[in-house]
Nanobody
Framework: VQLQASGGGLVQAGGSLRLSCAAS????????IGWYRQAPGKQRELVAS???????NYADFVKGRFTISRDNSKNTVSLQMDSLKPEDTANYYC??????????????????WGQGTLVTVSS
């Protein structure tokens, strides 16, 4: 699975950005796509994720501000980020967890990462 992330940029505190992650690959079943972020000197952390069925999960620090959505027909996941804060500044990465389809079955639990997209929030 190849992931292409886009949508980062510079925004003032209180502003909004929308990130997109386009997934491509054949004979795979993507189970979960998530957005992670990594700020300088910090570990990578989960921001939000969404399953193929639409179940969502958010980190406490973005609840009420960020919304993750998925367009299965386009294999695209978006992260709408509102009320941005300077502490949201980081490289944002999308991740896909998937299995490989063979016939009627799906096997394995693999993951793939997209390239980062930088989000900078100025105070």
């Amino acid at each position: 699975v190849q992931l292409q992330a886009s949508g980062g940029g510079l925004v003032q505190a209180g502003g909004s950005l929308r990130l997109s992650c386009a997934a491509s690959g054949s004979d795979v079943t993507i189970r979960v796509i998530g957005w992670y972020r990594q700020a300088p000197g910090k570990q990578r952390e989960l921001v939000a994720s969404i399953t193929s069925g639409g179940d969502t999960n958010y980190a406490d620090f973005v609840k009420g501000r960020f919304t993750i959505s998925r367009d299965n027909s386009k294999n695209t996941v978006s992260l709408q980020m509102d009320s941005l804060k300077p502490e949201d500044t980081a490289n944002y990465y999308c991740n896909a967890r998937y299995g490989v389809r063979k016939g009627w079955n799906t096997y394995g639990d693999y993951d793939s990462w997209g390239q980062g997209t930088l989000v900078t929030v100025s105070s």
